[in-house]
């Protein structure tokens, strides 16, 4: 059972069903990567929008569930041990919700290494180097004189973009055929690239396997309405 003795962030955004897994997140790539999982795997949960403002996550409810103040977090009313547990890191829900649930990790042992270590790749590579990029590109960074930091990240993505481009050569999916939570992290942030104005600069369109991969990621069901979930407000 959720109380918020243990969780205070229940004050702020209390939980109308406290039976289900609680999300707090907001619709960013690494945000929608808990929800396409939870819609993944059927798991009952509740959808908070926290923005990415100072109010919200910055504010000590949120804190107190993840002192690195970033979305998405969760708490699991239950958890192991017969006890609720909160996580922050979306790389790390997206393994908690694999294991919980028996499902997006492949078939075997060899499935799940390869997994994590995709996931990996993602969460130290793909993740940062493209928020950076996009910072450079889009935000405040783009109005810089010196360009030196932008083509560094434009440099790095164009790069992270080829790994996957030479590993999705023949495959659906980053580990085969199997549909893994490293695809659920690395999609949505392939996806941003729109958002980021960029597609034309890293040469997308020469990506003929990312490109399809993206398109196969982007029909699943579980995908469109993890896009939207939490809504923003």
């Known amino acids: 059972m959720i109380d918020a003795a243990t969780f205070p962030i229940t004050t702020r955004w209390p939980a109308q069903n406290p039976q289900a897994i609680q999300l707090y997140s907001f619709p960013t790539p690494n945000g929608v990567k808990v929800s396409i999982a939870l819609e993944e795997t059927g798991l009952p949960y509740e959808a908070h929008t926290v923005t990415l403002s100072d109010a919200n996550v910055k504010s000590a409810p949120f804190l107190s569930l993840n002192p690195n103040n970033k979305i998405p977090a969760i708490i699991d009313p239950n958890g192991p041990d017969g006890r609720p547990i909160g996580l922050f890191e979306?790389?790390?829900?997206?393994?908690?919700?694999?294991?919980?649930?028996?499902?997006?990790?492949?078939?075997?042992?060899?499935?799940?290494?390869?997994?994590?270590?995709?996931?990996?790749?993602?969460?130290?590579?793909?993740?940062?180097?493209?928020?950076?990029?996009?910072?450079?590109?889009?935000?405040?960074?783009?109005?810089?004189?010196?360009?030196?930091?932008?083509?560094?990240?434009?440099?790095?993505?164009?790069?992270?973009?080829?790994v996957l481009e030479r590993e999705m050569e023949g495959k659906d999916w980053i580990i085969g055929k199997d549909y893994t939570i490293a695809d659920i992290a690395i999609g949505p942030w392939l996806r941003a690239l729109d958002f980021y104005g960029v597609k034309e600069l890293l040469e997308w369109d020469q990506h003929k396997n990312l490109v399809r991969y993206l398109d196969r990621f982007l029909e699943r069901p579980a995908m469109q309405k993890g896009l939207v979930t939490p809504p923003r407000e």
């Open 90 to 162: 979306s790389g790390a829900i997206l393994i908690y919700l694999a294991e919980k649930s028996g499902q997006l990790m492949g078939q075997t042992a060899s499935d799940k290494a390869k997994t994590i270590q995709w996931l990996m790749f993602q969460m130290g590579g793909l993740g940062p180097m493209f928020g950076q990029m996009g910072f450079f590109s889009k935000f405040a960074g783009s109005e810089w004189e010196d360009k030196r930091p932008q083509q560094r990240y434009l440099t790095e993505a164009r790069r992270l973009l080829n």
